[in-house]
Structure formats: structure tokens, C-alpha cells
């Protein structure tokens, strides 16, 4: 008790004897323990990052003043590690303003600060004042400075930056970064993507670290909002809702779509099980039950072969060639492969004699009667190959009115050839 009793009084006393500092030019001194403290050596330097120390030393003990930037102004020193006052003693123990008092002390020290009130670029100097009370490492002993005064201190190492950081500065980034953090999970956004979010906050994070470096944090606030963004993961219930929204585009995709929506649904289910775990198995259950595949590279996947809808892709055979479609790359069996039928910009397949049958499926893709499989080239030059072409003489008969196959059996062999030429007619304008 007698100690805390010491202490508190030495506190206060080292608080209330300005009156009593000198001024020197150029000087660096201060009160410490009801006596004047006068450096005898004194210098200032700016390292690689920009972070400025001024020293004063009377060759016994050393008064080190670290702030981290340099420009006219208030830091506070006790609450922020880059803000810091510190004093050495002839032993070479340290007293930091960034050690804590230990728990047994009964008082908890104000915050104490640096103040640059002037520097001359043209002379590379700095003048200002300062007051602190540091802790050695166990917190139970301390050095306090009041009234300090470093006058027209030399730069020795360094150079004074144009455009130095401010604390005004640090505000801003961390406003600018904030709003690119709150952008990664807007509720315009149509997936709330963990990596963008994880680095837009980090960023912030980094932002607020800066600005609570530069500007303090007496209130303890900035420090609060860098707890608050925890891991900079993001959580299980927008996980949860990515997997919703990744599901319903799964359900509605096309043929043309459905790979990227099928990856991007697995994404998304195994990012669930990341962030929000699966302890019944049920999402790995839905993962398993997946098929992303096109087993027969026909760029048909097997989710759009199943056209029974009885979950069994084998028994769905289009052409009856005893390959079920899945495993078929020319599903119709008109000769043409069911990867090179047509489709549309969207890479849907098209019905092109609209007769409801896609052409991948459709063994008369044209609808002229013949089937695909005896359509070859383009007679007419037009561009179209016959098997996609009604008209394939280009006459402006349709070929189908042109008794092409007068069996109706699909097979041309027995088109009309009304001039016993040897070329049918619908293949003769």
C-alpha cells in the first residue's frame, strides 16, 4: 500500500512542477521527478516508412519521442503502439508509454502526448512539447515527464516528405475502404464471393489499423470496429444464402448453361459446409448426389438425358441403337453428331422444322422428309446445308412437295426423277 500510496503522489507531483523547466536554444528538456532533465545531445530522424523519432540523451539516460508521421500537430501517446514516448535509464531499462500498469496500481495514468507545433523545412528542425508517464515491462514502476520542451531539433537521418500522412488522410481511406467492404455483401450483390469479401475486409481493417495509428484511439472505438470484423470470413448465414440462390439458377438452367450453373452449385455447397459445417451430412449428401458430367462429350449433360425423368439414365435410348443417350454422341441417329446440330446463341439446342423435336433429337431436322442421315452438302449453294434446308434445290418447291420419298420411309432412294437424268428432282432446280 505504501507503494501506490508513493506512487500516486510522485504522479501528481511530477504534474504540477512546470514552473520550474528552463528553456534552451536549441534544447531538449523536461520536469521529471521535481527536476529539470536537459538532454545534452539531441537529434531527430525519419526512417523508410516515414515514422519520425526525436531523441534527446544526456549521455546516461535517453527520452525517445516516435510518432508516425510527420506533419504539425497533436499525437497522443498511451492508448496506440505507433504513437510513443519512451525514457531508458543509465541500466538500460526501459519505460514505454505502450507498457500497461499493472493491475495493482491504483491509479491508471492520463494519456500523455507529442506535440509538433513547428517544422522548418528549410532547416530541417522541429520544435514542439510533450508530457508522458511510461511503465517499465512489469507495469509497477514508472517515469513521467511534464512540461517538455524539444526546441529546434535537427534532422540527422532522413528527409521531410512533401505530402506526408495525416490523420485526415487515414479518415478518408478508411471511409473509401468501408464502402468497398460494405459493397462485397450489398443486397444488389448476387453472391457475396468470400474471397473479394475476405480481401475488401482485410483492407478495411488495415484501414482502421492506420487510422487509429495516426489519430489515436482514446475512446477505445476504432479498436471495437477492428474486433468486430473478427476473421474477415464470411458467415454461415450468407453462405446459406449463396447455396440458395446457386441452387435456384441450378434448377433453371439450359443445356447451354448448365455447366457453369452445376460448378457453380457445388461451389457453393461445399463453401457451406466451410463456414457453417454439416453435421448431419446432408449438404455432402446433396454434393454426392450431384452430376455435373456429359459422359458422352456430346454437349448434352447427362442431367438432360434422362427424358423418362426415372432417375435411370441407361434405360433412354432416342435412336434405338442399343446406346443409351448418356453414353450416345449421335442421339437421333441421323448421321449428324448431336454436339455439331444446331443451337442457338445461348448454345441451346433449336428445333429447326418446328415440329417440337429439338434437332439433336430429330432424325429430319429440316422436316422435308428425308432423313438427315441422306442429306449431304449444300445443293443449291445457299449456304444451308440440305439436312437444315426445305428447299434443297433452291427451286422454291418445298423438297417435301417434291416427292423426294414416295415410301415415306426416309430414305430418298426412290425420289422422283422425272427426266431420268439420275438426279431426283428435289435436288434439281
Do not use: H
Amino acid at each position: 500500500m505504501k507503494k501506490l500510496i508513493l506512487l500516486s503522489l510522485t504522479f501528481l507531483t511530477l504534474f504540477s512542477c512546470g514552473d520550474e523547466v528552463q528553456f534552451n536554444t536549441p534544447a531538449f528538456q523536461g520536469d521529471r521527478a521535481n527536476e529539470l532533465w536537459r538532454a545534452k545531445a539531441f537529434s531527430a530522424s525519419i526512417d523508410e516508412n516515414g515514422f519520425l523519432t526525436i531523441t534527446g540523451t544526456n549521455n546516461i539516460e535517453t527520452v525517445n519521442l516516435r510518432v508516425p508521421s510527420v506533419f504539425e500537430g497533436t499525437f497522443v501517446v498511451g492508448n496506440v503502439d505507433a504513437m510513443e514516448a519512451e525514457y531508458i535509464d543509465g541500466f538500460g531499462t526501459r519505460f514505454s508509454t505502450n507498457n500497461r500498469p499493472d493491475p495493482s496500481v491504483s491509479i491508471y495514468p492520463e494519456l500523455g502526448e507529442i506535440v509538433i507545433e513547428e517544422i522548418d523545412v528549410a532547416n530541417a528542425t522541429f520544435t514542439g512539447t510533450f508530457r508522458f508517464l511510461a511503465f517499465d515491462a512489469s507495469g509497477l514502476n514508472s517515469v513521467g515527464y511534464t512540461n517538455g520542451i524539444f526546441f529546434k531539433v535537427p534532422l540527422i537521418s532522413g528527409t521531410i516528405p512533401t505530402n506526408p500522412m495525416t490523420c485526415t488522410d487515414t479518415e478518408v481511406a478508411a471511409e473509401t475502404a468501408l464502402l468497398a467492404y460494405q459493397a462485397t455483401f450489398d443486397s444488389s450483390v448476387e453472391f457475396v464471393v468470400s474471397a473479394d469479401f475476405e480481401a475488401a475486409c482485410n483492407a478495411y481493417s488495415d484501414a482502421l489499423l492506420s487510422q487509429r495509428n495516426f489519430c489515436g484511439d482514446s475512446d477505445g472505438s476504432i479498436q471495437a470496429m477492428i474486433d468486430a470484423l473478427g476473421s474477415c470470413q464470411i458467415s454461415c448465414a450468407q453462405a446459406t444464402d449463396n447455396r440458395a440462390e446457386a441452387e435456384a439458377q441450378y434448377n433453371t438452367a439450359t443445356i447451354g448453361n448448365f455447366d457453369e450453373k452445376c460448378a457453380q452449385y457445388l461451389f457453393y455447397l461445399q463453401e457451406q459446409i466451410q463456414f457453417c459445417g454439416d453435421d448431419d451430412g446432408s449438404i455432402q449428401a446433396e454434393i454426392d448426389a450431384l452430376d455435373c458430367d456429359d459422359d458422352d462429350g456430346d454437349g448434352v449433360p447427362n442431367a438432360f438425358e434422362d427424358f423418362n425423368g426415372d432417375d435411370d439414365l441407361t434405360n433412354d435410348d432416342t435412336d434405338g441403337d442399343g446406346t443409351p443417350n448418356y453414353l450416345d454422341n449421335d442421339d437421333d441417329g441421323d448421321g449428324v453428331l448431336t454436339a455439331d446440330e444446331a443451337v442457338d446463341v445461348d448454345g441451346n439446342p433449336i428445333d429447326t422444322d418446328g415440329d417440337g423435336d429439338v434437332d439433336y433429337l430429330d432424325n429430319d431436322d429440316d422436316g422435308d422428309g428425308v432423313f438427315t442421315n441422306f442429306e449431304t452438302g449444300d445443293t443449291d449453294g445457299n449456304g444451308v446445308a440440305d439436312y437444315l434446308d426445305d428447299d434443297d434445290d433452291g427451286d422454291t418447291i418445298l423438297t417435301i412437295n417434291e416427292n423426294a420419298d414416295p415410301n415415306s420411309d426416309g430414305n430418298p432412294v426412290d425420289a422422283l426423277d422425272s427426266d431420268a437424268d439420275g438426279t431426283p428432282d428435289y435436288l434439281q432446280a
